[in-house]
């Protein structure tokens, strides 16, 4: 069976971009999952907006934890450029949050003390309109669930499996 491609392949690929501090637990975890992926990893919004002026691809975004709303309010001055986002337990202001204009993923962690962000997580999906994904484990577990949730986006917003072609 062949998969048809899309209309305008050059247009729908784009850069793998991670934005994460890697002395969070979930910005590691999605530094390693960007490395893995040969994403150009990122630890400030401020280089974000510089790629974004000097490159002219679209990006599909994953951010972590405070750097999420940086992030996504870099990309509102590049609304065009970004063809999707995955946020892993974003914290910061939800009054800054508001409707992204292409598909994002917001993802959390199972209700648990050491993980207490799920409320807050909820409430940046519905202010985001996103999807909102739990995960259900943890370390290389949740790496895993990751890497399916990625290629799942990267899917949606591309318009085929990576790897595929």
Do not use: I, Y
């Not at 280089?47 to 992030?71: F, I």
């Not at 962690?109 to 995960?135: E, I, K």
């Amino acid at each position: 069976m062949t998969r048809s491609l899309p209309v305008e392949p050059a247009a729908a690929l784009s850069t793998l971009l991670v934005l994460a501090d890697a002395h969070e637990a979930d910005g590691h975890t999605l530094l390693r999952l960007g490395h893995q992926q040969n994403a150009l990893l990122l630890a400030r919004a401020a280089e974000l907006d510089e790629w974004l002026h000097c490159h002219g691809k679209s990006v599909l975004l994953l951010a972590a934890g405070e750097l999420c709303l940086p992030a996504l309010a870099v990309l509102a001055r590049h609304p065009q450029r970004a063809l999707g986002a995955l946020l892993l337990s974003p914290s910061g202001d939800l009054a800054a949050a508001a409707p992204l204009p292409f598909p994002s993923l917001t993802v959390c962690h199972p209700p648990q003390a050491h993980w207490p962000r799920l409320t807050s997580t909820v409430a940046f999906a519905s202010r985001w309109g996103s999807r909102l994904h739990t995960l259900r484990g943890e370390g290389d577990a949740a790496l895993g669930e990751l890497r399916l949730l990625l290629q799942q986006l990267r899917q949606q917003v591309e318009g085929w499996p990576q790897g595929n072609l």
